[in-house]
């Protein structure tokens, strides 16, 4: 049997095994990818993002469980930073998900960063792919966390949860950092410490503003301030209820197909984009004496702008 | 681009310290590699599953209880059921030669007993892991 029919038959070992093929982006992977896409989009994808230490994993654990107690599916994405120095990674979410490994249908992967700066790796999205076409009902994608850069989230997930926690300071940097623009759902983690209400005080009055813009539009997502223990497995139920809500929310009123649309558009280009960059980045080493012009540059016989403006005619690309 | 070592590093059974195990991930991850970490408290059945999940190149297993001889086979035969032989499971801890000697018969990796520095275990596995990877046929 070849890897493939191992897959659409639902073996976990194949189903890794073509997650590390994409994520490393091997020999021939689109193929791979054009080959299952039509198998795709019937995943519901939530993302979960919010400070370090906020209780990213412990929640995701929680929500994995409940969503496979109700026969759902699941799978789990979980990225942490490649340090920059070396090159490797140290990946400690799953520390948090152990009572997840004796779960039926639930698979979790860790994803290195690798270089990627938006709290995903590159290759994220593709993974979400791959786990939507093996036929997991739901993804749950847990970014970096370091507040000021994972926006990557948003695009590439259909409800986006921020994590904060009473400690993780005052609600005025996440409005700085711009999480207070891509949470669909605010979850105010470690409800049981010091602080919780105040926190969730302020970050209502600040949605006040954002809910009553927002209807404005005539459409009236609540952005809801959910408290939970993660922990303790407390409000969990309650934070699982908004997100079905914000499900029938984006489908009834359009909001998932645009989303979808506009994932499909932004892929489009960005392949085309990396193509064109490949095949640039050949021809320069191929026909295109860079070291000389920079001398030639420095001597003061050329310049930087003419002497691209002279590859590009000359490789015919303009 | 050069394919990264991925290793899983697991402490099974009960006892409670995880300092060894972690200065063990920072090293190896300050080496080049992605090293997931489960924690402590890992069943036989729970390490392989993860290693399977993560597909990664090489399991390190931490066994100081003095159930080596239990638990580095259980693993491996786990493995072996779950189709994913071929996953390296090496390992450490306070073993007695002859057990180590055991062991590597039946087919488990390297056994690193407490003399051994990082480095070693780091060199092993950046020359063992890549002769183990195989070409497969995806289609
Ligand atoms: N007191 C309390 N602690 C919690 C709660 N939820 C999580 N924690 C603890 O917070 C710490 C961090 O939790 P994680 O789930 O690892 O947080 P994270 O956001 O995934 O962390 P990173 O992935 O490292 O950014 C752990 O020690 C958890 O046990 C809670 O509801 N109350
Ligand atoms: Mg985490």
Redesign the pocket.
Known sequence: MTLFERFQKKDPVALSKFITYVENQSKDYEKFLSRIYPMTGKAYRIG?T????????????KLAQKLSSQDRTVGII?V?PTSPFTGGALL??R??MQALSSVKDVFIRSMASRGSKGGLAKTTKEVILVLDAFGKDYIII?T???GQVDLDVVDNCDTTLV?F?PESGDAIQAMKAGLMEIADIFVV?????EGASNLIYELDSFLDLKRKKDNSFGKCWEYPVIS?????N?GIDLLWKKIEEHKKFIQDNGIFEKKRKAQIKSEIKKLIENRIKEITEEKVKESFDIENIVEEVLAGKDDPYSASERFLREAKLI | MERKIRVLLAKPGLDGHDRGIKVIASAFRDAGFEVIYTGLRQTPEMIAEAAIQEDVDAIGMSVLSGAHMTLFPVVLNLLREKKAEHILLFGGGIIPEEDIEKLEKMGVGKLFTPGAITSEAIEYLKEEIPKRRKEEKLF
């Open positions: 979960m919010g400070p370090p230490g906020s209780g990213k994993s412990t929640l995701t654990d979980a942490d400690g979410d520390i948090r847990e970096v966390g370091v994590v926690t983690n470690k409800a049981d410490r939970v223990q993660a922990t303790h407390i």
